[in-house]
């Protein structure tokens, strides 16, 4: 079973577009919300993350938004460049743990 | 700094062969995981090591065995391998103080069950 449900599975924008890639889960014990970033050929490496005490979180062009209420997370990549054509993964961590529960991956290309 | 390696990059097996994945670390990093990637499944956690000696289930750990000898080092082996292993496979470290839990992934084994 997904513990961690990431939509869409894949997504094309055109240069300058704000894809949004959506994430939702439902263990309550979950503390930190990692978002990880893979190029082809490549390992994923960490992005952007989030702990629910705050509902978004800035990095350059990377938004995290967080709804904690509607257990629900999502990446916004703002004005998208070609060199963000990667697959992104969402994923979760429970309290005092560090493993990590992944979503299944989305596959943005973006369109120069 | 070379941050985490694994070998071989590539694999071909016969059903029932055996091999073993090996990562290294220079990171000197407690911390240690297997995961496998397969389309449409996203990242799924084999097994994973807290410490030097130390091993422990995740996820999906049907099939494999691990070890952790040295701390700089997390074998994955595969003792009769099977098609339904057919996969990418992954290491990644990280420290036991790191703030965000960033884990460090290598470049991956595609391994191919035949």
């Known amino acids: 079973q997904q513990q961690v449900k990431q939509s869409p599975q894949s997504l094309i924008v055109q240069k300058g577009g704000i894809p949004i890639i959506n994430c939702a889960y439902e263990?309550?014990?979950?503390?930190?919300f990692p978002w990880y970033q893979q190029f082809p050929g490549k390992g994923p490496a960490l992005l952007i993350a989030i702990r629910p005490d705050v509902s978004e979180k800035k990095e350059g062009r990377f938004t995290i938004s967080f709804n904690k209420s509607a257990k629900q997370f999502s990446l916004h990549i703002m004005d998208s460049q070609p060199g963000d054509s990667a697959t992104y993964f969402c994923?979760?961590?429970?309290?005092?743990?560090?493993?990590?529960?992944f979503g299944t991956g989305t596959r943005l290309t973006v369109i120069p | 700094n070379a941050g985490v390696t694994q070998t071989p990059k590539f694999r071909v097996l016969k059903t029932g062969q055996s091999m073993t994945l090996l990562c290294a670390q220079d990171m000197n990093h407690e911390y240690m995981y297997w995961y496998r990637q397969d389309p449409g499944m996203g990242l799924r956690l084999i097994h994973y090591?807290?410490?030097?000696?130390?091993?422990a289930k995740g996820e999906v750990p049907d099939g494999y065995n691990v070890s952790r000898l040295k701390k700089q080092n997390f074998l994955l082996g595969l003792e009769s391998a099977a098609p339904s292993q057919t996969s990418v496979y992954f290491c990644?470290?990280?420290?036991?103080?790191?703030?965000?839990?960033?884990?460090?992934f290598g470049p991956g084994t595609r391994l191919t069950v035949l």
């Open positions: 263990n309550t014990a979950f503390d930190y």
């Open positions: 090591s807290v410490g030097e000696g130390t091993t």
């Open positions: 990644a470290s990280s420290a036991r103080d790191s703030q965000y839990n960033e884990q460090f």
């Open positions: 994923a979760a961590r429970k309290t005092g743990a560090n493993n990590l529960f």
